[in-house]
Nanobody, 121 residues
């Protein structure tokens, strides 16, 4: 299984970006999908998650500005980022808990390679 993230870039404060992540490989189902980020010199932190049933969870710092959504048919998760701030600058990583086979209830955690989001004036 591989996760491929895309859509990062540079934007001015107040701008918007949408980042995407698609999973490929042997996949039976995907449970929780999420986005994390890591700024220079800081630990990786949770940005948002979305459960298989659609329940979402956001970090306080992005609630009301970011929206996470998923497309199960495409094995994809997206993060719409609006009203971006300088402090949103980071490498964003997608994360998925994937069940690979029908015959096993086990889910494993997978990470994407990261996509850079830079907010600067």
């Amino acid at each position: 299984v591989q996760l491929q993230a895309s859509g990062g870039g540079s934007v001015q404060p107040g701008g918007s970006l949408r980042i995407s992540c698609v999973a490929s490989g042997s996949i039976f189902s995907i449970n929780t999908m999420g986005w994390y980020r890591q700024a220079p010199g800081k630990q990786r932190e949770l940005v948002a998650t979305i459960a298989s049933g659609g329940i979402t969870n956001y970090a306080d710092s992005v609630r009301g500005r970011f929206t996470i959504f998923r497309d199960n048919a495409k094995n994809a998760v997206y993060l719409q980022m609006d009203s971006l701030k300088l402090e949103d600058t980071a490498v964003y990583y997608c994360n998925m808990w994937i069940r690979r086979w029908r015959g096993s209830l086990e889910s494993n955690q997978y990470w994407g390679q990261g996509t850079q989001v830079t907010v600067s004036s």
